[in-house]
């Protein structure tokens, strides 16, 4: 499976993974889930969203034992974030028929569309949408950075966009939902564990400061006589990493489009998006007060008017206790050890899906701690512990 899905959406230059949703390397990946669906005998269907389900039992029956990932990625990310948790399902699946394992409880495999957001700039948009947390109007808004809505891209991929919206009746059909991940960190590695449990999922958020100057000749505009909006931008850069360093929190400035983006022009907007997490709201507000209050103070020096919009915000996830606890026991109960149980900067569908249905998520080792990038990395062996502790997670859950 892996050697199947691997080349899809793989740039040769960068060696990085470009599967943005509702492009031609995202309908291969979608192909090659459906294939592994049907090759398995599972009932295959698509949501109004856009998610992939493979089925095994009666969806209606309810109290249904969910797992999955998603196979989109960032500009250039790695193989591992996202999908390893699809293959490990599929997986997981092949390991329980091996054991001849009796399901009690239906089993269903997702892939969540569009998770990263890196084309529309939202993550989690198959999930939220599914969760209500996104509504169908939210989502009509949502461009690329060519312009194309939402809407014009599902349907140019052939599905129906008039459809999407919250999903309650299939949400009441899931008793629990459990998403295996790569750690995006290197505590399994410094802790010498294959695998680990997720306790939490840090708030989080995204901010777009927009920086407005006036456009010049760059060479014939004395630098007393400029409004710079670059400069402003460069400074509020630095201040995010100080308040971050302050705090003990995450702050970064990842992306930036610029106009009239000329080498011979100064700028007249320089627009930045600010990432910033922290271990709880109160810090994560903190930092980001105290970077948007620095990148005014920077503005006003220059002459910049600024403008800041919260594109995306996601509070502190407190994964289920009483799954998250079952989860240990069961890895226990299998290898007579204690599983780590370790908190995370990073977003996923499982945190989106948690203000509605139990879910839990188990992280693989990654030892460089690198991810969102082609560096991104586990070795084969963790690989398998993951797999057989999400089987063994499975036929606990579901096959009792």
């Known amino acids: 499976m892996w050697a199947d899905l691997s080349p899809i959406g793989r740039n040769a230059e960068t060696g990085g993974y470009r599967r943005y949703a509702w492009t031609g390397a995202d ?8 294939e592994q669906a049907e090759s398995r005998g599972l009932a295959y269907e698509t949501d109004r969203n856009g998610n992939q389900w493979a089925w095994l039992g009666d969806p209606a029956a309810g109290d249904a034992v969910v797992t999955g990932s998603h196979l989109d990625s960032v500009p250039d990310g790695g193989a591992f974030d996202g999908p390893l948790g699809v293959v490990s399902a599929f997986a997981a699946l092949d390991e329980l028929r091996a054991r001849g394992a009796r399901f009690t409880r239906p089993l269903a495999l997702t892939n969540f569309g569009d998770e990263e957001g890196a084309r529309f700039g939202l993550a989690c948009v198959g999930s939220r949408l599914t969760a209500g947390q996104l509504t169908k109007e939210q989502a009509y808004e949502l461009r690329d950075g060519d312009g194309v809505r939402l809407p014009e891209a599902m349907e140019a991929a052939g599905y129906d966009p008039a459809a999407i919206g919250p999903d309650p009746e299939r949400l009441a059909r899931i008793g629990a939902f459990v998403e295996l991940h790569v750690e995006q960190g290197r505590a399994l590695d410094l802790s010498g564990d ?37 400069l402003s ?25 610029v106009e009239p983006n000329g080498v011979n022009a100064i700028p007249s907007l320089v627009r930045g998006w600010l990432d910033s ?28 008017d600024l403008a800041v919009v919260r594109e995306s915000f996601t509070p502190v996830i ?27 900067g990073a977003g996923h569908d499982a945190g989106i899906l ?7 998520m188990l992280f693989v080792r990654n030892p460089t701690g690198v991810s969102h990038s082609p560096a991104e990395h586990a070795a084969e062996d963790d690989c398998v512990a993951g797999v057989r502790a999400l089987a063994d997670v499975l036929e606990g859950l579901a096959c009792r």
């Open 233 to 257: 931008y460069a400074e509020t850069v630095l201040a995010a990493r100080r308040e971050a360093e302050l705090a003990g929190a995450v702050a970064t400035f990842g992306k930036i489009s």
């Open 27 to 34: 309908a291969d990946c979608r192909t090659w889930f459906q």
């Open 318 to 344: 407190e994964f289920e206790h009483a799954l998250r606890d079952e989860l240990g026991a069961l890895l226990r109960g299998r290898t007579g050890r204690e599983v780590p149980v370790l908190g995370t």
């Open 194 to 230: 294959e695998v680990g449990i997720a306790s939490a999922i840090w708030p989080h958020g995204r901010w777009r400061f927009d920086f407005r100057g006036e456009a010049n000749h760059a060479g014939t505009t004395r630098l007393v006589d400029r409004r710079d909006p670059m």
């Open 277 to 304: 997490r922290a271990a709880d709201e109160e810090t994560l507000d903190t930092v980001v007060t105290a970077v948007e209050k620095a990148a005014r103070e920077y503005a006003d020096r220059h002459g910049v």
């Open 354 to 360: 948690s203000a509605s249905v139990p879910t839990a």
